[in-house]
């Protein structure tokens, strides 16, 4: 369960406070809104990666508002992917799993399990360079997912592909969900995606969160 | 970004690969990088000090070579000579000397404001002789020690084919001569200048020169490439320079406008004795002298190599007092040993003439002589028609004065009352001693009524030297005595027992003895013996002069 | 616009672009006689020099030693430089804090300022009672490990070191900040929700893709290093055999009115630079990366 209460975040231009919302266990929970309306920084405080002025994060009844990013157990898929240049796709769905010392085989089994849930094992032993949008994405989903969070953040994770690869993913999104246990939070402005993927949608407009029961 | 991919076709590329995935891949890069360039560069540091070993230090027993080596501030055009000394000093003595070589004035303008700082080398050798005046003048410079000379010449493309032929040549009117000077920022300049001016062409070489140089080695390119027909350049460098040639203009004013090359100590280095004896060995004729010499330079006439000369030195006796700690500190500082014979001026020039007459080795007769009275130096100045000292220069003034028990019993206001019945009078021997010789001819004058015959008739003692006097009245032996005012107050002390009565000559210069200094023709220190005059001048000397009764009369 | 021909244009007309020769042309003159000046500077020094004349330098021991110590202090510099350039480069590029404009630009004060000056500093800075405890701690420590050739910082080989790395450091450093700036620092704050902390994010995403980067502040400041030398012929002397680099080699036989010598050396350095250069490159990146 993802729980917001009250958050306030410092932002250069225009301020959010006041936000509020709950995504419950194994749910996709949807983010709305204009381009420019602070989606991305709402996620980012969430995965720990900005500052926040007021108000709580809580996981699953854990408050995390002061937590380093890293012992949040949040997996992170940002925009456009952003992969390790430098590493293979291999060292990038291990780079959580090492960190945490995970063991050899343990991690082997896992790239293996990825790699056949994502559909990237012909892609291990590449580096990012070269990778379609398409590839690209499913490598960051494997690298997010990789070290078992129970929490998922995904940022416009489909906005740059194509119709075809879009359609295949969201398939692939839902299958991962099942598959993994993980409760989502996934921004977008497509309320496409947010019909086929939510179960909970928010909208962010004017500063504030208004959630959508429809 | 395509070569950090391993398929590469390059082997090396490929390799380099494989290093970096092990060094970017998995592991902290940042680790294996920080780690890896710093045994780098410990190979490195390792590597510059063993580089250092090269050249090692030749073992003496003496200690000097463990030592840092000496730091010498050259000029440039004379670094190839002076390092040639140098490995030959090393060789030696194993003492090392680095050497920072630059155009003079600029390394003196280095030099002074290291003083400021500290930094300041131990040596400076410069080959333009006004910046050893400034640094004597501003205290930067302590001793100088002369090596040569240097001369501006008129320097032309080899073969001459201007047919250029003296400096006037290029001052003609007609003449399309191009041609260039040093600017007056550099000795060479000032010096072209004086000579034209002494030719009576400075005009007309001020209109005509093509250009005008802050460097001689800036005119000397400019020559050899072609640029300009002739220039006036140092005489050293255009010799060790090839492609120009030299015109030996025949005007005198070139042989008389010239800079001397001289090595001086400076006044901060914390190791005077080491710089003034690695000075001594560059500027002996026998050693530095040689090598500047053999490469073409004019030098002067230096002293005889040795590490620890042995000079004898003749001094009247009434110098002792005042003149002792001054040779004292000379050695301590200079790193030699001075003798000094301290006697009667009568018995040194005896001495003298005996050494002469026997036919004396230059290292046992006396280096220099300062003599009590003028009329000594002029009695051995010459001798058998050769020329035994050289010039003798005045050092100080010495009254001779009639001494009394204090408050004068017997009432003594002129020599004369030295006559009367009962007082006990002490003079100096009349030939020995000078004060004895010049007791004579005083007394002996018209204007004091020739009453030596009688004073001698009356003389309780006579004596060699004036202090055996002093000693014999404080023993109240004696109630009068003939002696230097020197000789009175060669101690505070003996003014609470003795008074001083002037004797009056009425500016006849009678009763007063003159000093001269002067060095010997023969001896193979002339300029350690300059530098003792100079130290002899100084002003603490003076003081020690004054604070005894001499008048002083030497210039700095 | 420059290729908008000045008649009336006609609405339906095809439109003639005009020939792209005179743009290559123009291009290629430019950039040609740059290039034409820096050959026909060789050439002019091979005039002045052979190969016996180099030959004669590299048999003076005074050279082969210059060569030597230019290259173990350009190389000691070098790595230094980029040690102290990843970290400024690295917080520069990636963190706002007060103060930052004014340190930006005390880090390029040894770009801007005459390298006499900095050697002029240098030297003062080793003369105060800190420098000067300094300079007989680090005499103590050559001492004790055996090397007693080196007698202290100033005029001393360091003071080499501490002069090229003074000036070849900004350089690094500003090469290295640019390197940061464009390297998207987004995958360092995925690697953050991964588990990572800052320093590995450093170590293991950013630093790799600075390669480049590093490759090329290395190679600016040996090639700066190299090129040292007023700080050196103030701090450090000119001392034949002891402190005496290539620039400085050059400067003083240039200085005695040996133009031959000057020359030869200076041929060495080139010789020397472009070999170092190159190979750099080729172990760095096939591209141009300065």
Redesign the interface.
Known sequence: MIEVRNLGIAVPGFSLKGLSFTVPDNAYGILMGPTGCGKTTLLEAVCGLRKTRQGTVTLHGRDITRVRPGERGIGYVPQDGALFPTMTIRDQLAFAMQLRKWDKAKQQQRIEELAELLGIGHLLKRKPRGLSGGERQRVALGRALAFRPEVLCLDEPLSALDEETRGRMIELLKRVQRHEHVTALHVTHSSSEAEQLGTHLFRLVNGGIQEDTA | ?????PSNPQD??RS?GLI?RR????A????I??MS?AA??VV??V???T?????PLIQTEDKRADT?PL?LYCA??V??TV?KVLADYETRYGVRV??????SGTLYGQIKTEVE???APDLYLTAEDSYLDQGRSDGTIAEVIPIGVQRPVLIVAPGNPRGISSLADLAEPASDIDFGIANEGAAVGKKTRAIARDMGILDAIEQRRKTEQE???AL??AV?VGALDAAVVWDT?AM??DGVEIIEDPHPAFREHVSRIGIAVVATTERPTEALRLARFLSARDAGLAMFESDGFEVVDGDVWEEDPRIVLYCGSMFRAVFEDTIAEFCEREGVTIDPQWAGCGKLVAQMTALLESGVEPDRFPSAYLACDVQFYDSIHEYSGQRIFGEGTIVSENDIVIAVAKGNPHDIRTPEDLLQPGVRVGVCHPTESALGTLTRQMLSSERFNNIYGRVQAQKSVEVDVGPTLVSQILAGGLDAVIVYRSNVMSSAANLDELEVVEIQDGESGLARAVQPWSIAEMSEHKQLMERLFLALRSEESRQRFESAGFHWRASR | MPDTPPTPPSETAPRRVRSDVPFFTVMVAIGTSYLALILAMLWADWRFTSFAEIGKALSDEAIRFSITLSLLTCTISAILSVWVAVPIGYLMSRYRFPGKKLIDTVLDIPIVLPPLVIGISLLILFQTPAGRWMDTTFSDLMKLIGADGIRGITYEVPAVVLAQFTVAAAFATRTMRVTFEQIDPRPERVALTLGAGHASAFSRVALPQAYRGMTAAFTLAWARSLGEFGPILIFAGTTRMKTEVLSTSVYLEFSIGNIHGAVAVSMLMVALAMVVLLVTRLLGVGREVV
């Open positions: 970004m395509n070569l950090l991919s090396v590329h380099l970096r060094a970017f891949g998995a902290n890069a940042a680790a990088l920080a360039s780098v560069l490195l540091v590597a510059v000090l580089l250092r070993g090269e050249a840092a730091r440039a055009g670094r190839p390092e680095e050497v920072h070589a630059h155009g700082l500290g930094t460097t001689v080695v000397v390119d050899r460098i060790m320079t």
